[in-house]
């Protein structure tokens, strides 16, 4: 139903008018050793799409409270989160339109897993950087936005895109977190993106419609779920997504204080856990042909008919 | 210190306060004394109102011009927290410029926000929220560990608006700072989609359509038993995420929570991402063709049934009325 190209839009290569080095204020060498460092200096540059994405437990299995930290049982395998699979969607059409660049994905976990990001990478995107670390157990959104933010910083976008929210902790606000850290303007709930000549056209969901944004670039974008098909990997992305390069960095590599986030640095605590009010089943019947006039007689009992 | 004095970020369109907005001020004026809206553009047609429901002041951040809310006004309300003239606690809506607003005041202020509230309770000095977890069979209470600005994202419908006489609103200014490069987005056109009958949000009554419709083409089954119900046409996540019906129409977790007085579940099996949308309406009924889907559990009338059959007939049925 929606593309991602606005009719009536042309989309080009994106050709910034900076180079990729002072814009960011970073020099190559701090980027090597992470997966971004696949940038020559000083040329024009290819469009870089950075999508955040979040290895979650499989929404599908029941979830559950680890008794003792009071937050979501994570020691069980970890997948994509379906809903950044369409950010990833978005920027690997984006990289398509614009002829040149890559799709590069950020993400953070405690325990150096990549399930998720394989399955991301056997979707086309080049290569990962998994801030991977012991003291993230327990992060925050705001923590997790200062994680993302520095590991972002040092690939050096034109576009960083996310998902709304995560399926787990739901929490969205880590999109606009990690714009304000990184003095990014942020457009939420896109369901179209197009870039031409260094700026974004987005149309961003309302309440009533949608808004067409325009944003400079680097920005930060958070993808409406179901706005693009996320592509199946194929078994060729597959075999090629085992050797795609994830660079996997540690908070002391990103120059991040430990104590500042996980549960050392959590500026938030449950209080309470308590079974919500159960609401009362009602009669369930199995339709023999006449299951509508049930349906009738109970609107007509509440006369909203 | 506690928390003495509330901010609300408030929302309105044409000049007329959003229900959300009025439903925090509905809460917050139970918890402190001092109650102030935080708009943008000109406050003094919002004053009247405000003030009805509770609101002290209303405070301007000033013209958007082409911007968007967010960066503007987190950049005015931590201003005012840097000098000292800032609230204590600030509630936003979970809504599209709610959660712009409590992100970027959050990242400026380096305070976390507890989300998805639904619910505001009192512990001594401090302020705490209540969130459903696992599809609202469980709720979760959060609290603040620093004296910092304690920032909640509430959801739509959580608390009741409740009108108290009070007169207008005074009228004030808070003044943001400079936006440096956030600034950057600018909207360019405004686009309403083609929509009949009661917003979603606020139909009496709503008919949701899940995958269990089978295919896109089928959904104006929904559209049309909408209509004649006068109800609003509404859609589970997988529904939306296929990309049969606009994000819009999605209610539960990650859409809109709805509390009509009839809710009409038709192939919707009932994930628990789902249920805490339409868990609050008055009445249920779900058709399904699993026996064991989890919305029956919830349902007032459950029917283990085909919906390409029961709907037809039932959408005969009211048009013969």
Redesign the interface.
Known sequence: ??GVVPPGLSLSTIRPPYSCIDRWGNVPKIRSGLACSSLSAGTLSPMIVVVCVKQIPD?AD??A?DPET?TLKRDVKLILD??DSYGVEMGLQLVDAAGEGEVRLVSMVPNSEVSGLRTALAMGAENAVLVSDEALAGS???AT?KVLAAAIRRCEPDLILTG??S?DG????????V???M???????A?EIAVADGVA??R?????????????LP?VVSV????V?PRYPSFKGIMAAKNKPVDEVDLAGLGIDPSTVGWAG???????????P??E???????E?D??????E??DD?K?? | MGFSKIWIYGEAKDGVVATTTLELLAKARALADTVEVVVHGDASPLAPDLGVHGASSVLSVGDLGEGLPGPRVASAIAAAVSTGSGPDVVLCGTTYDGRDVAGRLSAKLDAPVITNVVDLVVDGDRLLGVEPVFGGNTDVTTGFTGDGTAIFLVRPKSFAVEETGGAPATVGAIEAGDLGNTAGAVVKNRFVEESFGPKLDEASIVVSGGRGIGDADRYEMIETLAALLKGAPGASRAVVDSGWVPYSYQVGQTGKVVKPTVYLACGISGATQHLVGMKGSQNIIAINKDEEAPIFGVADLGIVGDVHKVLPKLIEALQAR
């Open positions: 139903m929606w929404p029941p979830g409270l009071r379906e809903s925050d959104a705001l936005a709304t929210e399926s739901y929490t969205g606000t880590v999109p606009v977190q714009a304000e850290l003095d990014l303007p942020s457009v939420t709930f369901k056209t987005v961003r969901q309302t309440e009533d419609g949608y808004d067409e944004i325009e944003c400079s920005a409406t779920a179901g706005v098909e959590a500026g938030q605590e449950i209080t309470d856990i308590a079974e919500a159960a609401r089943a009602g009669d369930v019947i199995v339709d042909g299951a509508h006039e049930r349906i009738m109970f609107l509440l909203v008919l």
